[in-house]
């Protein structure tokens, strides 16, 4: 059984950066495509990054693109999640997914394993 373990979510001010990180358990993170998305209150899930399995391909939403980073480490079965210059509409639960395909995916479909998120405010 794989789980998945977001941690790193809290309160910061616009302009701040945090580093959420998502642990695995379970299963090596080596031979999973893995990704991040977030839910703000009253809208649907969306996509935020993804990064292949093996190789450090990535994939972003065009809203994060150039202030957040996607990165794993194999050894740590982690994926973290690098944001800087964050905004108020950033604010939502980030969620963290996994699944056993070569990926990036950005659709949330694509994903088999999920963890159960870890909440970030973004304060003006």
């Known amino acids: 059984q794989v789980q998945l373990v977001e941690s790193g979510g809290r309160l910061v001010q616009a302009g701040g950066s945090l580093r959420l990180s998502c642990t695995v358990s379970g299963r090596t993170i080596s031979s999973y495509s893995m990704g991040w998305f977030r839910q703000a209150p009253g809208k649907e899930r969306e996509f935020v990054a993804a990064i292949r399995r093996n190789i450090d391909g990535t994939l972003y939403a065009d809203s994060v693109k150039g202030r957040f980073t996607i990165s794993r480490d194999n050894a740590k079965n982690t994926v973290y999640l690098d944001m800087i210059s964050l905004k108020p509409e950033d604010t939502a639960i980030y969620y963290c997914?996994?699944?056993?395909?070569?990926?990036?995916?950005?659709?949330?479909?694509?994903?088999?394993?999920w963890g159960r998120g870890t909440q970030v405010t973004v304060s003006s």
């Open positions: 997914a996994a699944v056993s395909a070569p990926g990036p995916y950005s659709g949330a479909g694509a994903y088999a394993y």
